[in-house]
């Protein structure tokens, strides 16, 4: 796309896409590299340790994960401008919930609710949107809307642990509160006119394989579905693990915290090129021939970050895992998209939220009864390399099998 048809490209679409980035940066405050900055403050606030820590958060999460099924099937049946402002209201009060909670009984609620409406819906609506609205130009418009993620995951930590220095972490929530409320105004003003009204879906949706519309069940019973399990499962899981311990991977490597953060912004600006390089990609090629091989390189990335004790090691290492994190914000649900048509992407796309939403519940806990019994996160690092290359045997053989059907 030449410079002049991506600016004409953007102002055409600018209010829609706009939503998408809204969306995606305000799911932030229910992300894990937003809420880990918090751990020692919140393990501290209730005498809880690594394992426990990790057995909270993974106890909210997978609770998350499973109400998503339902709820991700919302965005087949109610317009984002409607649903929008529900999940955005919903996190600003999650938020301010977590500022405000001194029970140790309900931190496991709140992180419920944040890992749901900010993880979970905010980031699925963004998603179903940007697969239903665009066909042609579906990969670049993951890709713009999915900056909106790229920026909190670069700015916030920084922001946020800087100020940690000057404000009490439970104002910092508050804040957090104030800015996804301010953004429900401007959610409802770019969505004054949604671009493919929920009336007009079945006449706008596109075909998947076989030159038929999958409903939910139909992909549950579809081999190529279970072939992809692993790979939407891991790099949730594994990743959300390194920022749920970045405080003490930090101190285990004997860095201090913000010098580790201090590399996010460049993971960050390495995900932003991998995210348009792969929105670019799937819309010549499709995801068929791409989705086999993008998690090689965060294969890579945990292992140099097993084994490097240096800062400029891990710079290495987040670069590599910025190449998979990028791709991996555009391509899944435009494969999803591809294979199995979008006339019911929401409720399809809801079932791979929810195994993502899990994926995140089980790294943090995993890991953390791991670094419990023992094994450092050098060793589990190593060993989480391997796994992805095992996924990406999975989704070779899973993808060959289907490809014949598109």
Known sequence: MTRFKLRRYLLDNATWLGAG?????????????????????????????????????????????????????????????????????????????????????????????????????????????????????????????????????????????????????????????????????????????????????????????????????????????????????????????????????AEVKGWQHIQLVALFPIFTGVSLLSMFAAGWALDKWGTARIMPYYQLPMAVGFVVLGMTESISGATVGLVFLGLTVGANSTLPSAFWAEFYGTRHIGAIKALAAAVMVLGSAIGPGLTGVLIDLGFSLSIQFFWIGLFFVLVCALVWVGVSRARRDL
Do not use: C
Not at 157 to 172: G, S, T
């Open 21 to 249: 980035v809204l969306l995606t940066f305000l799911s932030s405050f229910g992300q894990t590299f937003f809420i880990s900055i918090f751990a020692g403050e919140i393990r501290a606030e209730f005498g809880l340790g690594h394992g426990a820590w990790g057995g909270l958060y993974t106890l909210g999460t997978t609770l998350s994960a499973i109400v998503m099924i339902w709820a991700g099937g919302l965005t087949d049946i109610f317009r984002v401008r409607m649903l929008g402002p529900v999940v955005l209201t919903g996190l600003s009060l999650a938020a301010l919930a977590m500022a405000l909670n001194t029970w140790l009984l309900l931190l496991p609620v709140v992180i419920f609710l944040l890992r749901l409406l900010g993880q979970g819906m905010s980031t699925h609506l963004a998603a179903v949107a940007m697969a239903r609205w665009f066909t042609v130009t579906r990969g670049k418009a993951l890709s713009i809307a999915s900056i909106g993620y790229a920026i909190g995951e670069a700015l916030l930590p920084l922001i946020f642990v800087a100020a940690m220095v000057y404000m009490d972490w439970r104002w910092l929530w508050v804040v957090a509160a104030g800015m996804t409320a301010l953004g429900i105004p401007v959610l409802m003003r770019l969505l004054r006119e949604e671009r493919t009204p929920q009336s007009l879906a079945s006449k706008s949706s596109a075909i998947g394989m076989q030159g038929r519309h999958w409903s939910r069940r139909d992909a549950l019973f579809d081999p190529l579905f279970w072939f992809m399990v692993p790979a939407v499962l891991a790099p949730s899981a594994f990743i959300t693990a390194f920022f749920f311990h970045q405080v003490y991977f």
